[in-house]
């Protein structure tokens, strides 16, 4: 069974850190660019950022530029997305996503239309004090 399961949400202190791993199962990651998107309660899906399948680039939104860090470990199937100096707006619930086309994947992050083969559940971030 094809999966993507997304892990690390919590409640975190403005200006602190959490780590999410986006971890495959059914399917070797290897092959795919993956994406990390966010939705808050009544408000559209965001794209956040995603990473090549072959040279890991990267790409990320205006609004976690220098904040936020995606990194995949093709060796544990997972993909991470490191962030750091968490604010209130960031609260939301993050997914994750996998495509084989890297121009689909940053397509789909950078402007909201719909794609990605397969989709993550989810898992909740809340920044507050």
């Known amino acids: 069974q094809v999966q993507l399961v997304e892990s690390g949400g919590g409640l975190v202190q403005p200006g602190g850190s959490l780590r999410l791993s986006c971890a495959a199962s059914?399917?070797?990651?290897?092959?795919?660019?993956i994406g990390w998107f966010r939705q808050a309660p009544g408000k559209e899906r965001e794209g956040v950022s995603c990473?090549?399948?072959?040279?890991?680039?990267?790409y990320y939104a205006d609004s976690v530029k220098g904040r936020f860090t995606i990194s995949r470990d093709n060796a544990k199937n997972t993909v991470y997305l490191q962030m750091n100096s968490l604010k209130p707006e960031d609260t939301a619930v993050y997914y994750c996503?996998?495509?084989?086309?890297?121009?689909?994947?940053?397509?789909?992050?950078?402007?909201?239309?719909?794609?990605?083969?397969?989709w993550g559940k989810g898992t909740l971030v809340t920044v507050s004090s």
């Open positions: 996503a996998a495509d084989p086309s890297w121009r689909e994947t940053i397509v789909v992050v950078a402007t909201g239309v719909d794609g990605m083969d397969y």
């Open positions: 059914g399917f070797t990651l290897d092959y795919y660019a």
């Open positions: 990473i090549s399948s072959s040279d890991s680039s990267t």
